[in-house]
């Protein structure tokens, strides 16, 4: 059974750093789509980056430059290093994973090929 595990939430001020890790369990890490989604509150899911088995990356526009999505296959754990923290930022932060090709890239806030997510890991912003 696939299971994702996140850590590395917490609370920062506006303009520092977080890195997001996610722990993967019991499927083939090295050829699935990685992704990160982020929910805040009294708001939609949305997607945030997107990693695939060639190492090919895709970001949502509000956090290109600031955010980088990198994996260690070799460990099984999908990173986001997120930089320049807005207020904005908060949210609910989730790990997911999937197979389906094509789509393992953010278009419009979605990855399409994501089937299984993690529990989330909270980011709190100040300003």
């Known amino acids: 059974q696939v299971q994702l595990v996140e850590s590395g939430g917490g609370s920062v001020e506006a303009g520092g750093s977080l890195r997001l890790s996610c722990a993967a369990f019991?499927?083939?890490?090295?050829?699935?789509?990685m992704g990160w989604f982020r929910q805040a509150p009294g708001k939609e899911r949305e997607a945030v980056a997107s990693?695939?088995?060639?190492?090919?990356?895709g970001y949502t526009d509000s956090v290109k430059g600031r955010f980088t999505i990198s994996k260690d296959n070799d460990k099984h754990i999908l990173y986001l290093q997120m930089n320049n923290l807005k207020p904005e930022d908060t949210a609910t932060y989730y790990c997911?994973?999937?197979?389906?090709?094509?789509?393992?890239?953010?278009?419009?806030?979605?990855?399409?090929?994501?089937?299984?997510w993690g529990k989330g890991t909270l980011v709190t912003i100040s300003s």
């Open positions: 997911a994973t999937g197979w389906r090709r094509p789509g393992c890239t953010v278009v419009a806030g979605r990855i399409n090929s994501m089937d299984y």
């Open positions: 990693i695939d088995r060639d190492g090919s990356t």
């Open positions: 019991r499927f083939t890490f090295s050829t699935a789509c």
